[in-house]
């Protein structure tokens, strides 16, 4: 069984299918990059996995232990316990479009709030933590200042910090640049990259096509509320099999 299982996963907006049978897996210390066009799922799908979206069809499996499952003969699926739902989505660090900074405390104090709160620990666990994790983000020295301070692409580098304060078995990037001016994204793909070098596994929906050459073992390309395809990068960026794939490549790449 993969690390991460999503299968079949269908998803409505009242009567609008936003995900049509939408499967994957995921292996421990993956990188996988979600591509496609505005409103194709992307979002939506990586969204489902951490449950801020709730699934209509389908079943979601983390590390052997069942989210959501559709009962033989069902036409919907059945969520777990609340409680072992929220154990499940702990395994997970999500970093947004918007960075969701916590605006009256300092960079040092917004990242240690998590682990505080939701598992309890004092703060002399967590401070050496925090700290080195702004080394590893490259902001040790803006630890007392107030996101106010920051620019954006350091407030995401922060919003990453945050995220890995949790000790999650995978992060999961929503877009984490397209908030971001271009000078400031290259900034967060790299401190990105350093989380792949250190084989954390990663989900990442982005238009970077660039940056998903670089980092992602794997492709895979949404369009119309399903997976139009899937390869390696040298698959999905040199040999699109597809048509959709090779017109979107085509519009981003100005090949």
């Not at 590390?63 to 059945?78: D, H, N, T, Y």
């Not at 605006?103 to 709160?117: G, K, S």
């Not at 002399?124 to 590893?136: G, Q």
């Not at 580098?157 to 908030?179: G, H, Y």
Request: glycine share 8%; proline share 4%.
């Amino acid at each position: 069984m993969s690390f991460i299982e999503m299968n079949h996963i269908g998803k409505y907006f009242g009567t609008l299918e936003v995900l049509k049978d939408v499967s994957l897996h995921m292996e421990t210390g993956e990188v996988v990059s979600i591509i496609g066009p505005s409103g194709s799922g992307k979002s939506t799908f990586l969204r489902c996995l951490c449950e801020l979206e709730t699934i209509d069809k389908g079943e979601i499996v983390v590390g052997g232990e069942a989210m959501a499952r559709q009962p033989e003969g069902s036409q919907r699926s059945v969520y777990a316990s609340t409680a072992k739902v929220r154990a499940i989505c702990r395994r997970m660090g999500m970093v947004f479009q918007q960075f969701n900074l916590f605006p009256h405390m300092t960079i040092l104090a917004n990242i240690m709030e998590a682990p505080r709160i939701v598992k309890g620990l004092q703060d002399e666990e967590i401070r050496p933590l925090a700290e080195n994790l702004l080394r590893k983000v490259g902001l040790w020295e803006k630890r007392n200042v107030y996101p106010s301070q920051l620019s954006g692409g350091q407030k995401q580098r922060v919003a990453i910090a945050r995220a890995l304060a949790m000790n999650p078995d995978i992060m999961l990037f929503d877009e984490p640049t397209s908030a971001l001016d271009p000078e400031l994204t290259g900034e967060v793909l790299q401190t990105i990259k350093q989380l792949a070098d250190d084989d954390m596994t990663m989900l990442i929906v982005t238009h970077e096509m660039a940056f998903a050459r670089e980092v992602a073992d794997r492709i895979i390309f949404m369009a119309d509320g399903m997976i139009q395809e899937e390869g390696t990068p040298e698959e999905i960026f040199g040999q699109p099999k597809n048509e959709r794939t090779k017109n979107f490549l085509n519009s981003m790449l100005h090949f």
